[in-house]
């Protein structure tokens, strides 16, 4: 696990060119805990650096987005935002290895094997860390049952989560420094059951870091969703729940406030932006979108500028966040100890280390048997 106090100045950028960043520091600049947004209409808009400092590429970064035919990948753009980010310490949030959605066409093709699909994940996965030795944050499987992908088989697995663990064990192989998120939405409301169930899965393997709660729940008024706004009593019982099964940092990933009238909107934020601010379970909070028109088509009011003029929400978080720097993070993760695999030089067995249950132990990669370093089962 790496979790740290995020900070920094960002270069603003539009598409691929670096310009100077505005004077004006990122509203969560100095906090225990970042404040990301999402690229705009593809770009990275002049004014990001004035309010956020960590970003997520809304489809930059998706696999459909990088690779048209085998091998074909095109990362210009996704390395543009994060050379900007690399330079000026700033969190560059990889999203997302495998989905369901935004996938290249050839991996929904009959013309190939499920042995050579694998390998175009893995290569896939394996050029990533070439473009990007340094990630800090990878959503690894974004909404693995709402979403799932048609070729789960290539992954070993057509019926259970199998096909998730070994997309993290890829993951971890090449990335085994960064953060590894399971993604998913209605992870705070209404499929938390089984999402906790497919964390557990993954967490037993060893590769488990992090969850990444999308967090378009809490409310919704626009779009083909509507549905009552959670209270900030049901979204801390939902934090809870979630930290107290799994046992891991959590993540708000994809946070959307969508109301057209100012105040409500105003509200909104005043009711539940403080839970998951000052959770000592949440490591980081990523809002999905900021200019008001340009946001995803279901939360089409969640900007926080329109036309030009920050809405009242964004006026109230800036002098909200700033008085709340020094907030609560996860500081004993049961998980963060990447897993690690070594031969046994006595039994030719393989063996991992992993961290369970915040106790470091060796098991065979069969999973028959659990020792902690202290030589406890």
Known sequence: ??????????????????????AQAQIAKGATKFLGNITTNGAWR???STYWNELTPENETKWGSIESNPGVRDWSKAKAYYDSCKAHGIVFKFHTFVWGSQEPSFMKSSSYTNAQKKQFIEDWIADAAKQF?????????????????????ALGDTTGH?????AFRLARKYFPKATLILNDYNNLRWNVDNYITIAKAVKAAGYLDAIGCQAHELSASTGTYT???????????????????????????EMDLSY????????????LFPVVWESPYVAGVTLWGYIYGSTWSQASYSGLIKDGTERPALGWLKTYVASHLNVPVPTSPTTGVAARETVSSDSGRRLRVTNEDGHLRLRAVDGAQALDLQGRR
Not at 11 to 18: E, H, Q, T, W
Not at 260 to 269: G, K, V
């Open 46 to 48: 002049t004014d990001f």
């Open 227 to 253: 549905y009552p706004e959670m209270t900030a009593d049901e979204l801390t019982a939902a934090l809870k729940k979630l930290h107290d099964q799994v046992g891991v940092p959590i993540y708000i990933t």
């Open 133 to 153: 030795p340094d990630l800090e944050v990878i959503d690894v499987v974004n909404e693995p049952d709402n979403t799932k992908p048609s070729w789960t088989a």
């Open 162 to 166: 199998a096909w998730v663990v070994e």
């Open 1 to 22: 696990m790496h979790i740290r106090p995020f900070t920094g100045a960002l270069a603003a950028l539009s598409l691929s060119v670096l310009t100077a960043a505005p």
């Open 260 to 271: 057209q009238d100012n105040t409500e909107q105003l509200n909104a934020y005043k009711s």
